[in-house]
C-alpha cells in the first residue's frame, strides 16, 4: 500500500523521468541524427513539463491579475524558467540541424552507419594515423 | 651548531645557471662557449671553495627562499657531508669541461652539449646543498632532466636505446622518491635534512619500513645498487666525457648521497640500528660489490668494464653507511671522493685512448703504454688506488671501512674487502700488463708505433686527477684536506664531541 | 570601495556583448575583430584582478542583479570558485592572440568575425557560472558557454567537423537536461532557487528526490567534465576543432564541470547526506580510473591533439580523485591543479597549434626535428611537458603532492601509488614528443622546409610555459587562497 502511494504521490517525479529516459534511450541509440534530436527534444519538454508542475498548486488560479482571479495561485517562477528553457532548447536544436544539414552536405548521408561505411569520411575518433592536414 | 645566514649556497647555483643560459645563447661560437662553460665550472668552484673554511670551524650556512608547499621551504643548507659533496663535484667539473672541450672538438650539436653539461653542474650542487627533502628531489630530478639531453647526444638508435632506459630507470626511482617522500610527510610533517634523524620509532614499523624501501629504492636507481643498475651499463653509449660525470661525479653520487642523507638525515643511526633495516642493506650491498666486480671481469670493452666496476664501488659507500659506525661513516664520505678521482681518471683515459688509437676493447690495449706512457701511467694510479694498494685513495677507503665493519662486530665485511680487492686486481693488472709489457698488435706495417696525439687538454686533467688519487691516499689526514670535513660530517651524524678513534 | 559588487556582472556582460557586437561591426573583415575580441577579452580581465584584489581583502561577496534580492531575484556571488574567471580571461585573450594568424586557414574567411564572436561569448558563458549564486542562472551560462563551444568546434572546416560538433553537442545537451531536470527538483524540494539557501534547507535530507537530483547534477556536471566513463565527447572534440578551440575546451569548458561539481557539493554537502559518501567514493574511483587510463591511451596515440585530449582526461582523472578523497589538502591540491593544468595545457595545445598550421602535419613522427626549426614554439611545448609531468618546482607538481597527501590522510594509499604510476606516464609520453622534437631528425620535406611561427603564436605558448613554472613556484600561495573555499564546500574539515 505504502509503496503505491508514494509512487501516487510522486506521480510527477515519475511521468518525467519515464519520458526523459525514452527521450534519452532514443537519443543513444537511435541511428539517424535526425531521430537523435527528436529524442533530444523529447527530453527536453518531459524536464518543462516536470518543472512547470512543480509549481502547480491544487484548485490554484494562473497567476495572473485580473478580474474573475483570485488566490491561491500557482506560482509564475517554474513558467519564467520554462520559457527560458525553451529559448534555449530552440537555440540548441537549431543549431544541432544546421550541422546535420552540413553533415548531409559533406559527407552524405544523416545515417551513422552509412556515414561510418562511407569512403569519404575520416573518423578521427580512437587512435586513428591520421596524416591529413587539420587546415584544407 | 651555528647556523649563518649566507647568499653563497644560492649563488653557486645561480652562478652556473646563468653562465649555461649564456652557453645557450653565443650558439656558434666555440671561443665563448669554451669561456663560458669554464666560467660556470670556476665561479662554482671558487664559491664552493670559500665556504670551506667556515664549514670545518663548524658553521652551517643556510639560505632559504619561500615556501613550495605549506610547511615546506625551498631553501639551502651546507653543512659539512653537503660541502663535501659539493667540493668533489666543482673540482671534478673543471677538469671535466676542460676536457669535453678538447673531446668534444668537431662533434654536432654543441651548444646543446654544454649547455645542458653547465645546468647538470648547477643541479649537482643545488643537490648537495639541498635543505630539505623537497629541494633535494626538485634537483634531483632536474638533474635527470639536465643529463637526458648529453646521452642522447649522438642520436642515433643505440642513443635512443640508452635514453630510454636510462629515464624508465631514473623517473621511477624519482617516483619511489617522490612517494617515500608524501608518506614522510604525512607521518613526521617535515622533510628537513637538518636533524640526525626526523623520524621515531612511534610512527609505526608498517610506515617506517615503507619510508626506507621507497627512499632506498628511489634513491638506490641512481647509485646503481642491483637490481636497479641496468641503465648504468647501457649509457656507456654516450660520449666520455658524460660516461665520466655520469659515473664518477653528478649522477651516481647524487644517489649515493641521496642515500646518505636518508640514513643519517632522515631515519638517523640510533632508530637505524632499532630497527634493523640497515643490515638487509649492507647485505645487498656487499653482494653487489663482489657480484658486479664478478661482471667486470667479463667485459671486453674497457667502457663497459669501468661501469660494472663503478657499481662495485658504489655498492662500497652503500656498505660503509649501512654498517652505522663512525668509522665506517667516514669511509663511505670519504670514498665519494676517491671513487669519483679514480673513477674518472680512467674514464678519461679510456676517452683519450680512444681519440688516440682508436681502441675501445680491452684485448686491443697491447702498447698502449708505448704509445701514450703518460695516460697509461695515471690509468695504473687509479687501479692501484682501487686494488687497495696504501699510498693510495682506494686504501683509506678500504682501511676505514675494514676498521668500521670491526667495529660494527660485522667482520666479514673485511672479507669482502679483501675478496673485492683480489678482483679488482684481477680485471685491471692484465690491462695494464697488455699497455705496457706486450708489443702492440701490427697490421703488416712499420712495427714501432707511434706516439699517439691526443690534445694536452685532455693529458692535464688525467694527470691532475691522478695526482689527486695519489694526495688523497698518501695525505690523508693532513689538515685542510676534504678527509677533515668528512670527520666533521661523521660527528654531526654521530653526535660525537671528540674525535672517532 | 563599496561599488565593486556592481562590477560582478561586467564579467559576464562585458564579453557577451563583446561577442554579440562583433559580427554586427565587423563583418567579414578579418583581423579587426580579433584585436577588438582581445580588447575585449583584456578589460574583462582587468576587472577580474579587481574583483580578485577585493576578495582578498574582505572576502566573499555578493551582488543581487537589478536591486532584488535573493529571495526573489537573481544573486551573484565571488567567492574563491569565481576567481578562476581571472585565469579564464587571460588564457582567452591569449588563444585569441593566437588565433589571428591561426583561424585564417582553418576558418572560412567570412565566418572569422563569427568565430571571434563565439569564443567571447564562451568566454561570457563561462565567467557568468563562474559567478552565479542561483541555479537556474546557473543552467542558462552553462548553455550559453556549451553551445557556443558545440559552434567552436564546428568551425573547422574538416567534413568531420560538424559530426564531430553534433556529437558533442547531444552528448552536451543530454547532461545540461539532467542538470536541468535536477534544479527543477531542487526547487520542488525546496522552493528555492539560490544555492546558499538551498543548501541549508537540504540539510541532511536523505529523500529520494534529493538523492535523484544530486545524482542528475552530479552526472551532468561530470559529463561537462570529461570523467570517466563519460568522457567520450572529448576526444573527437579535439581532433576536429581549431587549436585555440582546444585550448579553451581543455583548459576551461572541462574546468567549468568541475567548478559545477563544486558547487553540487555545496548544495548538497552540509551535514551527513546519505547519498553523499558513495557519491564521493564514486568520484575516487572513476577518477582513479580515468587517470590511469587517460595517460595510458595518451601514450599509444600518434595524433599530437589526440595525445593532449587524453592527457586532460587523465588530469581531470586526478582533480577527481582529489574531489572525492574530501580532505582539505586533497580538495585545495585538486582546485589549485585545475588552474595550472588550464595553463599548462592551453600552452600545449597552442604549441601543437602552431606546429600543425607550420607543417600541416599532426603526426608526432611527422613533427620530427621540428626543434631546430621553430625553436621557441618547440622550447615552449618541451617545457611545458616537463611541467606537466609533475617535476617540481614547476605547476604540475603541487596539486599532486597535496592529493597524494590528501589520500593518506584519508586513510586511502592506493590514490597515492596510481599518482605516481600515471605521472611516469604522463612523462613517457611527454619525452616522446622531446625526442621527437630534438633527438630525431625530420622525417617529411614539409618539416625540413618550415620555420617559425608568427609571433602571435609562439608568444603566447612561452608566455604560458613561463607561467607553468611561475604557478609551481607560487603553489603554496595558491593552496592557502583556495583554503577558504575548500572548507565552505566540504563544510568542517575532516
Known amino acids: 500500500m505504502t509503496v503505491v502511494s508514494s509512487l501516487a504521490s510522486h506521480i510527477d517525479y515519475l511521468v518525467a523521468v519515464s519520458l526523459f529516459l525514452t527521450g534519452a534511450w532514443i537519443l543513444l541509440t537511435s541511428g539517424n541524427l535526425v531521430k537523435k534530436v527528436i529524442g533530444l527534444n523529447i527530453m527536453e519538454t518531459s524536464v518543462f513539463a516536470f518543472i512547470v508542475t512543480t509549481g502547480m498548486v491544487d484548485e490554484g488560479a494562473p497567476p495572473l491579475v485580473a478580474a474573475g482571479l483570485q488566490g491561491p495561485f500557482a506560482s509564475p517562477l517554474p513558467h519564467a524558467l520554462v520559457l527560458t528553457g525553451i529559448v534555449v532548447a530552440v537555440s540548441v536544436t537549431s543549431l544541432a540541424l544546421v550541422l546535420i544539414l552540413r553533415i548531409k552536405a559533406e559527407l552524405g548521408s544523416v545515417e551513422l552507419d552509412e556515414i561510418a561505411l562511407a569512403p569519404k569520411a575520416d573518423d578521427s575518433a580512437g587512435q586513428s594515423n591520421q596524416r591529413g592536414s587539420a587546415d584544407e | 651548531m651555528p647556523e649563518l645566514v649566507d647568499i653563497r649556497p644560492l649563488l653557486a647555483v645561480l652562478a652556473s645557471l646563468l653562465c649555461a643560459g649564456a652557453v645557450f645563447t653565443v650558439r656558434q661560437s666555440a671561443r665563448w662557449r669554451a669561456f663560458w662553460s669554464l666560467a660556470a665550472a670556476g665561479i662554482k668552484f671558487a664559491l664552493v671553495w670559500s665556504m670551506l673554511p667556515g664549514a670545518l670551524a663548524g658553521r652551517v650556512y643556510v639560505y632559504q627562499f619561500g615556501e613550495l608547499l605549506p610547511g615546506v621551504a625551498f631553501g639551502f643548507r651546507v653543512d659539512a657531508l653537503g660541502l663535501f659533496f659539493a667540493l668533489v663535484s666543482s673540482t671534478l667539473w673543471i677538469v671535466t669541461t676542460v676536457y669535453a672541450l678538447a673531446y668534444m672538438r668537431g662533434s654536432h650539436s654543441l651548444p646543446r652539449f654544454f649547455g645542458f653539461f653547465a645546468l647538470c653542474i648547477s643541479t649537482t650542487v643545488g643537490i648537495a646543498f639541498a635543505e630539505n627533502l623537497l629541494t633535494l628531489f626538485v634537483f634531483y630530478e632536474l638533474l635527470t632532466v639536465c643529463t637526458y639531453p648529453l646521452i642522447m647526444h649522438n642520436e642515433d638508435l643505440a642513443a635512443r636505446r640508452a635514453g630510454r632506459k636510462y629515464l624508465i630507470y631514473t623517473l621511477s626511482g624519482g617516483g619511489l622518491i617522490l612517494a617515500g617522500m608524501i608518506v614522510l610527510y604525512f607521518t613526521t610533517g617535515t622533510l628537513s635534512l637538518a636533524e640526525t634523524g626526523i623520524l621515531e620509532e612511534a610512527i609505526g614499523r608498517s610506515w617506517l619500513l615503507a619510508i626506507f624501501l621507497l627512499l632506498i629504492a628511489g634513491f638506490g636507481v641512481k647509485a646503481a645498487l642491483m637490481p636497479l643498475h641496468a641503465w648504468l651499463p647501457a649509457a656507456m653509449v654516450a660520449p666520455t666525457p658524460v660516461s665520466a660525470l655520469l659515473h664518477a661525479v653528478a649522477v651516481v653520487k647524487a644517489g649515493v648521497f641521496g642515500i646518505l642523507r636518508t640514513i643519517y638525515n632522515v631515519f638517523g643511526i640510533d632508530l637505524l640500528r632499532d630497527l634493523g633495516y640497515a643490515d638487509w642493506l649492507a647485505v645487498l650491498a656487499g653482494t653487489v660489490i663482489v657480484i658486479a666486480s664478478v661482471n667486470a671481469l667479463r667485459q671486453k670493452h674497457i667502457k663497459a668494464r669501468l661501469a660494472w666496476s663503478t657499481i662495485s664501488q658504489l655498492s662500497y659507500i652503500v656498505l660503509a653507511a649501512a654498517l652505522l659506525t663512525p668509522l665506517a661513516a667516514l669511509a663511505a664520505i670519504i670514498h665519494i671522493a676517491n671513487q669519483a678521482f679514480s673513477k674518472i681518471t680512467m674514464f678519461f683515459v679510456a676517452g683519450a685512448i680512444e681519440r688516440g688509437t682508436g681502441k675501445k676493447r680491452v684485448d686491443e690495449l697491447a702498447g698502449v703504454g708505448r704509445q701514450m706512457p703518460w695516460t697509461m701511467a695515471a690509468f695504473t694510479v687509479a687501479s692501484l688506488s682501487f686494488m687497495g694498494v696504501p699510498l693510495f685513495a682506494g686504501f683509506v677507503t678500504k682501511w676505514y671501512l675494514s676498521l668500521g665493519a670491526l667495529q660494527a662486530g660485522e667482520g666479514i665485511y673485511v672479507g669482502v674487502m679483501v675478496i673485492s680487492g683480489l678482483l679488482n686486481a684481477s680485471y685491471w693488472l692484465p690491462m695494464i700488463y697488455l699497455a705496457f709489457f706486450r708489443p702492440p698488435q701490427t697490421h703488416g706495417q712499420d712495427a714501432s708505433p707511434k706516439p699517439a696525439r691526443v690534445s694536452p687538454m685532455m693529458v692535464v686533467p688525467i694527470l691532475i686527477c691522478a695526482a689527486y688519487v695519489i694526495l688523497l691516499g698518501a695525505g690523508a689526514s693532513a689538515p685542510a684536506m676534504p678527509f677533515s670535513l668528512a670527520e666533521a660530517a661523521v660527528r654531526f651524524a654521530f653526535e660525537l664531541k671528540v674525535p672517532l678513534e | ?494
Not at chain 3, 207 to 218: I, Q, T
Request: proline letters at 6%; hydrophobic letters at 60%.
Open chain 3, 1 to 494: 570601495m563599496s561599488e565593486w559588487p556592481h562590477w560582478l556582472p561586467l564579467l559576464a556582460v562585458l564579453p557577451l556583448l563583446g561577442g554579440v557586437l562583433t559580427p554586427l561591426l565587423f563583418r567579414r573583415r578579418p583581423v579587426i575583430p580579433c584585436f577588438w575580441a582581445v580588447a575585449v577579452a583584456l578589460v574583462t580581465a582587468a576587472v577580474a584582478v579587481m574583483l580578485l584584489l577585493r576578495l582578498i581583502d574582505s572576502g566573499d561577496f555578493s551582488y543581487a542583479v537589478g536591486g532584488w534580492l535573493p529571495q526573489y531575484g537573481i544573486e551573484l556571488r565571488f567567492d574563491q570558485i569565481g576567481a578562476f574567471a581571472l585565469p579564464a580571461s587571460l588564457l582567452v585573450m591569449l588563444a585569441l592572440v593566437f588565433s589571428r594568424h591561426y583561424v585564417a586557414r582553418t576558418v572560412d574567411p567570412e565566418k572569422i568575425s563569427y568565430y571571434y564572436a563565439l569564443v567571447l561569448i564562451n568566454l561570457g558563458g563561462l565567467n557568468g557560472f563562474l559567478v552565479t549564486g542561483d541555479l537556474f542562472n546557473l543552467f542558462v551560462f552553462m548553455e550559453i558557454f556549451s553551445v557556443s563551444a558545440y559552434a567552436l568546434v564546428a568551425m573547422a572546416r574538416q567534413p568531420i567537423a560538424a559530426l564531430a560538433a553534433l556529437k558533442y553537442l547531444l552528448l552536451g545537451a543530454l547532461s545540461s537536461l539532467l542538470v536541468l531536470f535536477s534544479v527543477g527538483v531542487v526547487f520542488a524540494m525546496t522552493g528555492t532557487l539560490n544555492i546558499e539557501d538551498a543548501a541549508v534547507l537540504l540539510e541532511g535530507s536523505s529523500s529520494m528526490p534529493a538523492g535523484l537530483a544530486l545524482a542528475g547534477l552530479a552526472t551532468g556536471f561530470a559529463v561537462k567534465a570529461a570523467l570517466f566513463p563519460v568522457h567520450f565527447w572529448l576526444p573527437d572534440a579535439h581532433a576536429a576543432a581549431p587549436a585555440p578551440v582546444s585550448a579553451i575546451l581543455s583548459a576551461l569548458v572541462v574546468k567549468a564541470g568541475v567548478a559545477g561539481l563544486l558547487r553540487t557539493l555545496e548544495l548538497f554537502g552540509g551535514g551527513e547526506s546519505l547519498y553523499l559518501q558513495p557519491l564521493l567514493s564514486l568520484m575516487l574511483w572513476l577518477g582513479a580510473l580515468g587517470t590511469l587510463g587517460g595517460a595510458l591511451m595518451a601514450l599509444v596515440q600518434r595524433d599530437i591533439k589526440l595525445m593532449l585530449a587524453y592527457s586532460t582526461i587523465a588530469n581531470i582523472g586526478y582533480i577527481f580523485i582529489g574531489l572525492g578523497l574530501a580532505t582539505t589538502s586533497a580538495v585545495g591540491g585538486a582546485m589549485v591543479h585545475a588552474v595550472n593544468h588550464a595553463v599548462m595545457k592551453s600552452a600545449l595545445f597552442l604549441a601543437a597549434g602552431a606546429m600543425i598550421h607550420q607543417t600541416g602535419l599532426r603526426n608526432i613522427d611527422d613533427l620530427r626535428g621540428l626543434g631546430r626549426r621553430m625553436p621557441a614554439t618547440a622550447f615552449g611545448m618541451a617545457f611545458t611537458l616537463v611541467a606537466l609531468s609533475g617535476v617540481p618546482p614547476m605547476a604540475g607538481f603541487v596539486g599532486k603532492w597535496q592529493i597524494a597527501l590528501g589520500a593518506l590522510e584519508a586513510g586511502q594509499p592506493l590514490p597515492v601509488a596510481v599518482l605516481v604510476l600515471a605521472g611516469l606516464v604522463v612523462l613517457a609520453f611527454g619525452v616522446r614528443m622531446i625526442n621527437a622534437l630534438y633527438f630525431r631528425p625530420p622525417a617529411r620535406v614539409s618539416t625540413v622546409s618550415s620555420v617559425e611561427a608568427p609571433v602571435s603564436m609562439w608568444l603566447p605558448v612561452l608566455i604560458l610555459a613561463v607561467a607553468s613554472l611561475a604557478l609551481g613556484l607560487a603553489g603554496s600561495s595558491m593552496l592557502e587562497f583556495v583554503a577558504p573555499a575548500v572548507q565552505a564546500i566540504y563544510g568542517t574539515p575532516p
